[in-house]
């Protein structure tokens, strides 16, 4: 019996449901869910929205059960057959997830903190980090382009801290 990590899409929030019925079969269900402020309150959110990881054989006899398990629309895949994900991948997320739920996204950077673009366009140009935006693994940041301020989203690994030598020349 060959268990592979499976992509699992659910029907709006019925991540739950889905995975209490998995549990039920003794089936080891990932739903990454990453700690976020809102309204100056810690709250836990899906990373994927609608999107579990399982742990399945989809030649077992449990087939059946967990294809058709309340809450699941389908597995992710071509032709109507599942395909398996990468378990150093899965791995990955989770170690990435409980990082960020210890805090490590607090650290970084704090609002009004000067950064320096590190790659795509916007490349070598010094911005202003404004905030967070976690589910996307992104963040907003003040860049001067034409004589204005303009907000932009990048990826969170895009942006690295300016040595408070570099800001002398300001």
């Known amino acids: 019996m060959a268990l592979d990590w499976y992509v699992g899409k659910t029907q709006r929030r019925k991540e739950s449901a889905f995975q209490i019925a998995l549990g039920g079969h003794g089936i080891e269900v990932f739903n990454p869910e990453i700690i976020v402020v809102k309204r100056g309150r810690k709250q836990w959110e899906p990373l994927f929205p609608t999107y579990l990881f399982c742990r399945v054989d989809p030649e077992s006899d449990l087939w059946p059960q967990i294809r058709w398990a309340r809450g699941l629309s ?15 991948l899965v791995e990955e997320i989770r170690e990435r ?9 607090e650290s970084a950077y704090e609002p009004g903190d000067w950064v320096r673009v590190g790659d795509g366009a916007l490349t070598g140009l010094d911005a202003v980090f404004s905030r967070y935006l976690p589910c996307r693994q992104r963040c907003e940041v003040l ?3 034409l004589g204005r301020m303009h907000t932009v989203q990048l990826p969170t690994t895009s942006i690295e801290a ?9």
């Open 143 to 145: 860049v001067s382009l």
């Open 162 to 170: 300016l040595k408070p030598v570099a800001l002398l020349g300001r």
């Open 97 to 105: 997830v409980e990082l960020w739920n210890r805090g490590g996204w």
């Open 74 to 88: 389908y597995f992710l895949g071509s032709e109507g057959t599942p395909a398996p994900v990468a378990s150093p």
